[in-house]
């Protein structure tokens, strides 16, 4: 009994729901162990506080946010919808016979896909986009070819957490995600993330996937076989002068997941989310990051009691 109460006190104190349970493991650590992971509830109050909803759909809308983010896009694309003209389209298959096709308020990566026009008619191609409810179309990215050994089959990207916080931009995650053997990199689609240093963009932990968790890591890329441990991200000063900037575009959204193709003449955005996955925050660490939370989290919030003494004042 008194090892079930624990487990529902520490819950509550955490923050944790059932998805939790199989991502984080909670229940094979000590109380001290489970009280350093943030769960569901603690990252949705960090969203709610810190972006507003009205300004939120600048990143839920994809075509919105690449016209808002244009000067770090470096990449053409284009919207599909009713009012898309053929003749526009078929310029566009003229100079993209392969590009990437993906809905416009889809999260994880779901059904993102690589479509090749080839000698079919464009305008069959379009209305086949329209019935697969695609949104969008862009050019494919030409990774670094480092980037390339990793994963040939997935543009593989860098995720990095900011917070604007009191008019200064703080970085408070960085992840290299990495493809299994699709077309996309994220954690929840089956791929791979490992925790790099935020300093250097060096990796300085193994990779880990979502079926593992916490129970198994790869120093190695499973199927290609290039390290990871230790792979250094190129340009890396330039990735961080880029997300620091676009950062501070929508001050009302303060708090953003960034992902960053790395191209070979430098860094490139791919998206932005406001609601960015607590997963691949906490889990290629192989510990939780509850306090770097909460050590911004307002006094009177309902998670500030566990809010780090030494840490500076609230909102």
Same mark, same amino acid.
């Given at each position: ?14 923050? !944790? ?43 839920r809308?994809k ?7 244009? +000067? #770090?896009? /470096? /990449? ?6 009713d ?18 096709? $993906?809905?416009?308020? /889809? ?5 993102? !896909? ?10 069959? %191609? ?30 593989n990207?860098v ?13 408070l995650?960085?992840?290299?995600? !990495? ?17 790099l ?12 996937? $979502? *079926?593992?968790?916490?129970k198994r890591?790869?120093? /190695? #890329? ?9 792979? *250094?991200?190129?340009?890396w000063?330039d990735? $961080?002068? !880029?997300?620091e900037?676009?950062?501070q ?6 708090t ?21 996955? +607590? *997963? ?8 939780? %990051? ?22 500076? $004042?609230?909102l």
């Amino acid at each position: 009994m008194g090892g079930l109460l624990d487990m529902v006190c520490t819950a509550y104190l955490l923050g !944790m729901e059932h998805t939790d349970d199989c991502d984080y493991r909670p229940f094979e650590l000590t109380r001290d162990e489970r009280r350093l992971w943030a769960g569901r509830r603690i990252w949705a109050e960090v969203i709610t506080l810190f972006n507003e909803p009205n300004h939120s759909e600048i990143f839920r809308d994809k075509c919105r946010f690449l016209e808002v983010f244009s +000067r #770090h896009i /470096r /990449r053409e694309w284009l919207p599909i919808s009713d009012e898309t003209e053929p003749a526009q389209f078929s310029n566009w298959c003229q100079r993209h016979p392969s590009f990437i096709a $993906k809905p416009l308020d /889809r999260l994880h990566g779901a059904v993102v !896909m690589r479509y090749h026009v080839g000698e079919a008619d464009p305008g069959q %191609a379009l209305q086949d986009l329209r019935d697969r409810v695609m949104g969008l179309v862009e050019e494919e990215t030409r990774q670094h070819f480092a980037f390339q050994a990793l994963n040939p089959s997935s543009v593989n990207t860098v995720r990095i957490v900011t917070l604007l916080w009191e008019e200064r931009v703080h970085l408070l995650s960085a992840v290299l995600r !990495m493809g299994r053997d699709g077309i996309v990199d994220n954690l929840a689609a089956g791929g791979y993330a490992a925790p790099l240093d935020i300093m250097t963009g060096v990796v300085n932990g193994p990779a880990v996937d $979502k *079926k593992g968790g916490r129970k198994r890591s790869y120093d /190695r #890329h499973p199927l290609s076989q290039t390290m990871i441990m230790g792979f *250094k991200i190129s340009d890396w000063d330039d990735v $961080k002068r !880029m997300i620091e900037e676009a950062a501070q575009a929508v001050p009302q959204v303060r708090t953003v997941g960034w992902d960053v193709a790395i191209a070979g003449d430098g860094p490139m955005l791919v998206e932005g989310n406001h609601n960015w996955c +607590r *997963k691949p925050f906490q889990l290629p660490c192989g510990r939780g %990051a509850a306090q770097e939370l909460l050590a911004y989290m307002p006094q009177g919030s309902a998670y500030s009691r566990r809010r780090p003494l030494e840490q500076g $004042k609230g909102l």
